[in-house]
């Protein structure tokens, strides 16, 4: 074992003397030829920033924080691939503008409401942009964005449905008119002005949207088209399309009178059709009116006449009815709230609304079932993403040309741009807004955001704050100037050298922005503002070190008592220099990568591209210290051999000063070449001459030589460490809210302080795979049923079957008269393609992709004839998942138990039927990551 030990200690020592050698030889080497390595590195570090021609930044969340080689990377293209990416979204909030206490904030909710509509009326009756493309200018608005049901031919309008092929609306008119008449005799009322005009159609339907309004008949009040409006029409006890569904339950008779109609059309225009097809254009009309009779919002309770406690109980009674209702997908629940003119919160089109998504600050009674105070409002809707094939489809028929990617997204982003200019000067109480100080509004507070909002914090992260970064490098030249000026003897002052370090460090930071780009490596938030400083910090350590090494050499009587035939070649001091704090710079630099390039493996992008930017960068800040700093550092050595003042002191002093001090120096020694130690210690005493080293060496070194200041230092620091990793472990908080992180005072840092504490309830999705979904109806119904009824944040309403593609259609078999789930499987698509071209199939075409079942090549799944190759390949349900708000252990608790459910039940069908997806299992995985990966490094600890 002692041969061993002396063995490993001889090679050690070997070492260390090959490095001290090989570092010193390099420093004779600068000493003598400067010009080389200098040239050598202006050269490197000039050409690898040439790579900044290719520099890119990274602004997307999900591709910041997505985790790689995960199981959401998958999810995520599979996602994009088929509905384009998570909708964008835009939220507008209200809430007291006086209150910052959540105890505190509880709202008038009449006028809250009122302030809302006054809000967002504007946006959808006053905005619009302007495209022109191929020489034709079109006009876009709010309903050109959001997602909703495109409407289809058959119920646009106009005259001629021979040429229209807009059969049902053209009948709708017909029958409608016809039932009025009839009905005016029963109800006795008169029909004169009453009824449909002709051409009578659809020309476009509202958003799908989120508002507490919905609830109410003013939900109505705006982006509601008059077409829809017109059934709406009263005339007597009820409107136009309630006598048209009422009359034709009990009597054929207009039924009868249609179907003669139809048959003159067609006669009158020779075209030979047969009885089963009238019979079924007038089996199609009736049933559109059916589902039009379950729009709209006729049948509710204005609360413009109602109280604060009205409101409140209005809304209480409507999540009663949600809880006990029938959730048999084939019953459609709007029907009971129209016959008794139920408390119902709805949407437009007859579905549960997720009223309490809309709620903020809620509180409830010890029961859990009636709320007692609501603290803000919420309203929002989805714009399609710029890349679901709905909306490139969409805007491909609007303009007879096809947008590129580019051109969509700058479509989105320029309207979102025009809503936040028309959003913020309420935001901010302008004058004449409603909102002002002592206006109408002026005590409510509206926030809001649009989805570039995200984009565009990250977008502005993403700038390199040259303005900072000038600032740091202008204080720390302060520092260096006063760390190494001697106005007592300016030859011996190395400002200059040390802000020259500066400067190296500075274009080896852009070298590594340089070679980065080049390797690909996005900027982004982190990178932009993280590296130069740290970069910065690293660099100047290393100036440091080598200056004050070097000046301690320049003044060291002993080394300068030594001579030799060239005394103007500092050989011996960057000898020396280079050889004691060469290895140093170099180790360190190791340690540097080996700390990045560990932490690059973590699998988050945003983190490993800054490990990487961070690595690359060191490694050519320590290229530039060894081959143009340390040149430049003989350059200095240089000066002072030739009794030249600092340059920087040349405006207080003479550039030459009048004699060399020799006085401290001791008589000639003759030593030949570099036939001295360099490891001699005698040669490393001397301490430099700046005010910061005499006042160490002075006052603190002296401290150490005490035992009890010994034992006092560990104590401290000891207590600091327990402290610190206390603190660091278990009162340190998962997660940054986006208030955190945005700019003080911007409308996205009050949009989320707003949003973070207030409103719990996000929305997430459950996605069906490429399964083949007639055989498997039970399966996936019965993952509906045990995330409605076995996750801990499923909502109150909307159901999860009810809101899905599958309860929608089974809404349409039971009206075509089959049972659900849809048996047997070969009858699925021949009814899911009639569906998808009714007014009840519509609602559901953001939700679904279709695919050619043979060559996987994507469908439209509006069609208006069967087509046996076509397959749904995907779709999703939206789950407006309460209790959650920004804080990471709710999302955390989400993400696990909704999937364990969905995993559990792919496990146990033996088959992919889906997964969960959204934002918490996009970003808040990553936090779980981090959080295990370092756990694990901290395991492997020594």
Not at 20 to 37: C, I, K, M, Q, T
Not at 86 to 92: D, F, G, H, K
């Amino acid at each position: 074992m002692a041969k061993a030990m002396e063995r490993a200690r001889g090679i050690l020592g070997a070492y260390h003397s090959a490095m001290n050698e090989l570092f010193a030889s390099y420093g004779s080497f600068v000493a003598r030829y400067p010009f080389v390595p200098l040239i050598l590195g202006v050269i490197l570090l000039g050409g690898l920033s040439i790579g900044l021609v290719h520099v890119k930044k990274e602004t997307d969340l999900e591709k910041l924080w997505v985790e790689q080689n995960s199981r959401v990377v998958k999810e995520r293209q599979f996602f994009n691939e088929r509905f384009g990416g998570t909708p964008r979204v835009e939220a507008v909030t209200i809430t007291s503008a006086n209150s910052t206490d959540l105890q505190d904030d509880k709202l008038d909710l009449k006028l809250s409401m009122d302030a809302m509509q006054a809000a967002i009326k504007p946006l959808f009756n006053e905005l619009k942009i302007n495209l022109t493309t191929d020489g034709t200018t079109y006009e876009l608005r709010e309903n050109d964005f959001c997602e909703r049901p495109l409407v289809p031919q058959s119920m646009k309008p106009g005259n001629n449905p021979l040429v229209e092929h807009n059969y049902i609306s053209w009948g709708i008119v017909r029958l409608a008119n016809c039932s009025v008449k009839a009905a005016s005799t029963l109800f006795s009322f008169n029909p004169a002005g009453v009824g449909l005009p002709d051409g009578w159609g659809i020309e476009w339907l509202p958003c799908i949207k989120l508002s507490l309004a919905d609830c109410f008949k003013e939900g109505g009040d705006y982006d509601y088209p008059l077409a829809l409006q017109q059934l709406e029409q009263a005339a007597g006890r009820y409107s136009i399309i309630d006598y048209t569904v009422y009359y034709n339950q009990f009597s054929n008779f207009c039924q009868i009178e249609l179907a003669k109609t139809f048959s003159a059309l067609f006669q009158g225009n020779r075209v030979d059709v047969t009885s089963d097809f009238i019979g079924q254009l007038v089996a199609g009309t009736v049933g559109s009116a059916q589902i039009l009779f379950s729009w709209g919002y006729r049948w509710r309770t204005s609360y413009a006449n109602m109280t604060n406690s009205q409101i409140l109980g209005h809304i209480n009674a409507a999540l009663q009815i949600a809880r006990t209702a029938d959730r048999n997908p084939t019953n459609a629940p709007i029907e009971s709230c129209i016959l008794n003119k139920a408390p119902c919160c709805m949407t437009w089109f007859g579905l549960h609304s997720p009223v309490l998504t809309a709620l903020g600050s809620v509180e409830w009674d010890a029961a859990g079932t009636n709320i007692t105070k609501i603290g803000g409002l919420r309203w929002a809707l989805n714009n399609f993403h710029q890349q679901h094939p709905v909306w490139k489809t969409y805007l491909q028929e609007k303009f007879n040309t096809t947008l590129d990617d580019s051109q969509r997204n700058d479509l989105t982003t320029s309207w979102e741009s025009l809503m936040i200019n028309k959003l913020d000067p309420l935001r901010q109480h302008k004058p004449n807004t409603g909102f002002g100080t002592s206006e109408q509004y002026g005590d409510l507070q509206l926030e809001f955001s649009m989805w570039r909002s995200s984009d565009d914090v990250i977008a502005d992260a993403n700038k390199t704050p040259i303005w900072q970064i000038i600032c740091s490098v202008v204080f720390v030249s302060i520092y260096c100037f006063f760390a190494f000026v001697n106005f007592g003897d300016p030859v011996h002052s190395h400002t200059w050298v040390a802000m020259t370090g500066l400067s190296v460090v500075t274009f080896a930071i852009v070298a590594g922005f340089g070679l980065t780009s080049a390797f690909g490596i996005k900027i982004t938030p982190l990178a932009g503002s993280v590296v130069p400083f740290l970069a910065l910090g690293l660099g100047v350590d290393d100036v440091f070190v080598l200056v004050n090494i070097l000046r301690n050499y320049l003044e060291d009587p002993k080394l300068q008592g030594i001579s030799s035939q060239d005394s103007g070649v500092p050989e011996r001091e960057m000898r020396l220099t280079v050889a004691l704090a060469g290895p140093s710079v170099v180790l360190t630099t190791f340690s540097v990568l080996a700390s990045f390039f560990i932490s690059s493996l973590n699998p988050i992008p945003v983190v490993r591209w800054f490990c990487w930017q961070m690595g690359i960068t060191a490694t050519l800040h320590t290229c530039g210290m060894l081959l143009i700093f340390i040149p430049i550092m003989s350059f200095d050595a240089r000066r002072v051999k030739a009794n030249i003042n600092d340059p920087n002191l040349w405006a207080f002093c003479r550039i030459r000063s009048k004699s060399p001090n020799t006085d401290s120096l001791p008589s000639k020694t003759q030593i030949a070449g570099d036939d001295f130690p360099v490891d001699d210690p005698s040669l490393q005493e001397h301490v430099g001459s700046s005010p910061i080293s005499k006042a160490v060496a002075k006052y603190y070194a002296p401290l150490f030589e005490s035992n009890v200041f010994k034992i006092f230092t560990v104590i401290l620091f000891a207590g600091l460490l327990a402290s610190m990793t206390y603190l660091g472990f278990g009162k340190v908080q998962r997660g940054l809210k986006l208030s955190d992180i945005t700019l003080k005072g911007s409308y996205q840092n009050t949009y989320a302080i707003v949003t973070e504490d207030r409103f719990l309830s996000y929305e997430i999705y459950y996605v069906t795979t490429r399964v083949d979904l007639p055989n498997n109806q039970d399966q996936i119904l019965q993952v509906y049923d045990r995330l409605q009824y076995n996750l801990t944040q499923a909502p109150i309403q909307p159901w999860i079957l009810e809101s899905s593609v599958l309860g929608n259609l089974y809404l349409y078999a039971n009206a075509s008269g089959e049972a659900y789930p849809i048996q047997p499987a070969a009858k699925f698509y021949p009814l899911e393609q009639a569906w998808s071209s009714s007014l009840l199939g519509i609602l559901s075409l953001p939700d679904m992709y279709c695919e050619n079942k043979v060559t996987k090549a994507p469908m439209s799944c509006f069609v208006s004839s069967f087509d046996p190759n076509l397959t749904i390949g995907a779709t999703k349900v939206s789950i407006f998942a309460d209790h959650l708000g920004a804080e990471t252990d709710p999302n955390l608790a989400l993400l696990r138990e909704s999937r364990k459910i969905s995993d559990n039940s792919n496990s146990q069908f033996g088959e992919d039927l889906g997964f969960m997806y959204g934002y918490p299992y996009l970003c808040f995985r990553a936090i779980t990551c981090i959080a295990v990966t370092t756990f694990t490094w901290l395991l492997d600890l020594p």
